[in-house]
């Protein structure tokens, strides 16, 4: 999770960049008025329009990297590291919206928790509520050309 968390963080950074050179271009150029305001950032520090879009941005290329790892591969960048991959318990395929129900069930990693109030199953409520299970792999099969045989 740390792993993936630092990715994360500079998946945010990097979308938040972007962002604010948008933003920063719209006023500077007339398109987004200031507002009276003689400095760009002064706008951007109390403009609710730049805070809300600005959440909303970064946290879906953050959702995105999680969504679209889990379904094309079965991991994020952390869980190959640590040769843990997600699968499928049942025959549904995975798709996008079973990712995003896994990445909305997973309440930030407090859903993990349950990993250590469930001795039988040793399932996290993400893992319950999209049904998949998460297994560690050999080091062979964690290869990206292994992934092909894996999900057949």
Request: proline share 1%; hydrophobic share 50%.
């Given at each position: 999770?740390?792993?993936?968390?630092?990715?994360?963080?500079?998946?945010g950074?990097?979308?938040?960049?972007?962002?604010?050179?948008?933003f920063?271009?719209?006023?500077?150029?007339?398109?987004?008025?200031?507002?009276?305001?003689?400095?760009v950032?002064?706008?951007?520090?109390?403009s609710?329009?730049?805070?809300?879009?600005?959440?909303?941005?970064?946290?879906?290329?953050?959702?995105?990297?999680?969504?679209?790892?889990?379904?094309?591969?079965?991991?994020?960048?952390?869980?190959?590291?640590?040769r843990?991959?997600?699968?499928?318990?049942?025959?549904?395929?995975?798709?996008?919206?079973?990712?995003?129900?896994?990445?909305?069930?997973?309440?930030?990693?407090?859903?993990?928790?349950?990993?250590?109030?469930?001795?039988?199953?040793?399932?996290?409520?993400?893992?319950?509520?999209?049904?998949?299970?998460?297994?560690?792999?050999?080091?062979?099969?964690?290869?990206?050309?292994?992934?092909?045989?894996?999900?057949?």
């Amino acid at each position: 999770m740390v792993y993936d968390l630092l990715v994360a963080i500079a998946i945010g950074m990097c979308a938040a960049i972007v962002m604010t050179i948008v933003f920063t271009l719209l006023y500077e150029n007339g398109v987004l008025d200031k507002q009276g305001a003689e400095h760009v950032g002064e706008v951007l520090q109390h403009s609710l329009l730049f805070k809300t879009t600005m959440q909303i941005w970064v946290g879906g290329w953050i959702a995105g990297f999680f969504v679209w790892f889990w379904r094309n591969g079965g991991q994020t960048i952390g869980m190959r590291a640590w040769r843990i991959r997600l699968f499928s318990t049942n025959d549904k395929p995975f798709g996008y919206l079973r990712a995003l129900i896994r990445l909305v069930c997973s309440l930030g990693g407090l859903g993990t928790l349950l990993v250590l109030l469930d001795w039988k199953s040793k399932q996290s409520l993400q893992d319950r509520i999209a049904g998949t299970e998460i297994l560690v792999l050999t080091k062979d099969a964690n290869h990206h050309a292994a992934w092909k045989e894996l999900q057949e």
